[in-house]
């Protein structure tokens, strides 16, 4: 899929932000610093208010490898197509490993993101964009920043690229899209398992209404000579209707996206243990994590 498919015109993006290197995955949070030191205070949120609440109209920004904690290998490069929702807080309270949690020490305040797209070949600013300097790169540490003609001069040059979803980061547990402006304390909400149930109703008519869905049928029919081949197991057969397309990030899609590369065709023994094997009845087991406890052969 190309870039521009996602986004049709430089007005369509929110903006840069520079990030130390490639997000490791695999949590979706996209972390700031604070604005002053104390927490209670909601002007410490301020950085991640800012992309939240503009996530409400303009939800997908572009990271870029720059700052003063950049590795040299990404100083300069475009890395990222990332797509924000409106919730955001405190990032402690929304990663749940210790790995992440020090990874992110010094970025206090988070949102959450639902998805993350590679460019392709990861291009250099100025090297193979032809952009004269970095200075798009100004003031986009602790923010997502839009300087009107550096943003059409990006989208000019990145339109055609290929772009490719990360399936390794998902939003984290119990998160879903609430579609407005959301201070989040904690991960949330709670809910039951009864409740867990309805969430995987709701699910399957999202995953079935879609054009993309179908479409992603369609592909996976087409690439595999007549047949479906399940993403999970490797099952593969000509009969459509024991195959499902199911929603990466069902509950976090919110109701802006649905594009093919946002599924993945699971048979319907796949489909179910992605939703009910998972830990977290909103957050599907991903395609590795599914591979893995399907096959043993793949580790997530
Ligand atoms: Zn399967
Ligand atoms: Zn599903």
Redesign the pocket.
């Known amino acids: 899929m190309k870039l521009k498919e996602i986004i049709p015109s430089y007005r369509d993006l929110m903006g840069v932000k520079a990030v130390y290197g490639r997000s490791p995955g695999p949590e979706g949070v996209m972390a700031f610093g604070s604005h002053g030191n104390d927490p209670n205070e909601r002007s410490y949120y301020s950085h991640g208010e800012s992309v939240a609440r503009r996530a409400l109209t303009t939800p997908y920004f572009i990271t870029i490898g720059g700052g003063e904690r950049v590795l040299p290998e990404y100083d300069g490069r475009v890395l990222a197509l990332v797509r924000a929702s409106p919730v955001y807080g405190r990032t402690e309270a929304f990663v749940r490993m210790e790995e992440t949690r020090k990874r992110l020490e010094q970025w206090p305040v988070a949102i959450i993101i639902t998805e993350m797209y590679t460019i392709e070949g990861e291009p250099l600013l100025v090297e193979d964009l032809g952009f004269p300097d970095k200075s798009i790169l100004a003031n986009a540490f602790d923010g997502v920043r839009f300087v009107d003609e550096q943003m059409n001069l990006l989208w000019e040059r990145l339109h055609e690229y290929e772009v490719t979803p990360r399936r390794d980061i998902s939003p984290p547990p119990r998160f879903y899209d609430p579609g407005k402006l959301t201070l989040a304390w904690s991960q949330y909400p709670t809910i039951s398992a009864r409740e867990g149930d309805v969430r995987w109703e709701t699910t399957k008519k999202l995953e079935r209404s879609s054009k993309a869905a179908k479409a992603a049928k369609d592909r996976n029919n087409a690439s595999n000579g007549g047949r479906y081949v399940?993403e999970?197991?490797?099952?593969a057969d000509e009969t459509r209707s024991l195959f499902d397309a199911h929603h990466l990030h069902p509950l976090a899609a919110g109701p802006r996206l649905s594009t093919i590369d946002s599924y993945a065709v699971?048979?319907v023994?796949?489909h179910r243990w992605a939703h009910y094997k998972s830990t977290d009845p909103l957050v599907p087991l991903t395609v590795p994590e599914l591979q893995s406890v399907?096959t043993g052969k793949v580790k997530a």
Do not use: D, H, P, V
Request: proline share 0%; aromatic share 0%.
């Open positions: 399940c999970g197991c490797g099952l699971l048979c023994l796949c399907r």
